[in-house]
């Protein structure tokens, strides 16, 4: 296992493979390990970087800094730890919004995006009434409301152990991330992407019961290099319901990336 520190927190992080860089964010109070299935496909060929972003996993987990721009921060932290020049960015839920969010600090450093069910405007604009219903229950009986909720995430036909894997995850992580859900309350990133300078592909899944399809849709049509795919027969997290979709759809951005640098 490998850390690093950055901003002053201990982040846990992997780290293999040669060739063009993939960067992997997971999304609220999962692990890097949310990624398996796409480090054992594409790590074979390319350099292939998670992490447990500050308050999840394995990293320490601070009772400040867990805001959007805080992780997207670190993102750029841990590149330069790592001697990580630049990267396609690829996140899921929140974790999308990280990448956004750092491509839009540092385009330069950022080849790419993939945002797999990002939540984009939705929180602030769709959850004004449930977000505060959620945080209360998290707070009240965490064990019992993450065993209500993190089932919906799912599509119907995934396993239903990636329902118990995933809470098991989230109540390993830290209690300060629900902080990030008053930043959602907030965040709308549609006037942003006017200035996304990189290509950015937005991909959903055809089941997810969080956030709408339309969400990705839009922002696809608002960023300059933007695209939207559909993940059919997927909820929230289409990487791990429908691996080797994903995985095919990221090596076909990777190959476009590469016939834009010999352009």
Avoid: K
């Avoid at 500050?54 to 993102?75: E, K, L, Q, W």
């Avoid at 300059?224 to 080797?244: D, S, T």
């Amino acid at each position: 296992m490998a850390y690093a520190t950055v901003n002053g927190i201990r982040m846990h992080y992997t780290d293999e493979g040669t060739g063009t860089p993939v960067l992997f964010l997971h999304g609220w109070g999962t692990s890097g390990r949310a990624w398996d299935a796409q480090v054992a496909d594409l790590g074979a060929d390319h350099r292939v970087v998670t992490l447990d972003w500050r308050g999840c996993g394995r990293s320490d987990h601070p009772a400040d800094g867990n805001t959007i721009a805080g992780n997207a921060a670190d993102v750029l932290g841990l590149m330069d730890v790592i001697a990580l020049d630049r990267a396609l960015l690829v996140g899921n839920s929140m974790g999308a919004a990280f990448a956004l969010e750092a491509a839009l600090m540092s385009p330069e450093r950022v080849t790419g995006v993939v945002s797999i069910d990002g939540p984009g405007y939705w929180p602030s604009q769709g959850m004004s009434d449930t977000l505060p219903l959620l945080r209360t229950a998290l707070s009240t009986d965490r064990a019992a409301a993450l065993a209500d909720w993190v089932p919906q995430w799912f599509g119907p036909e995934a396993d239903p152990d990636l329902a118990r894997q995933t809470v098991r995850q989230v109540l390993q992580s830290g209690l300060f991330i629900d902080e990030l859900f008053a930043d959602l309350a907030v965040y709308d990133p549609r006037e942003s992407l006017a200035r996304l300078a990189v290509p950015a592909v937005f991909a959903h899944g055809r089941l997810d019961s969080q956030i709408p399809l339309e969400v990705s849709r839009t922002l696809a049509e608002l960023a300059p290099y933007g695209e939207y795919h559909v993940i059919e027969r997927a909820g929230h997290l289409p990487h791990q319901e429908q691996p080797a979709m994903v995985n095919a759809l990221i090596r076909a951005v990777l190959a476009r990336l590469a016939g834009l640098r010999q352009n």
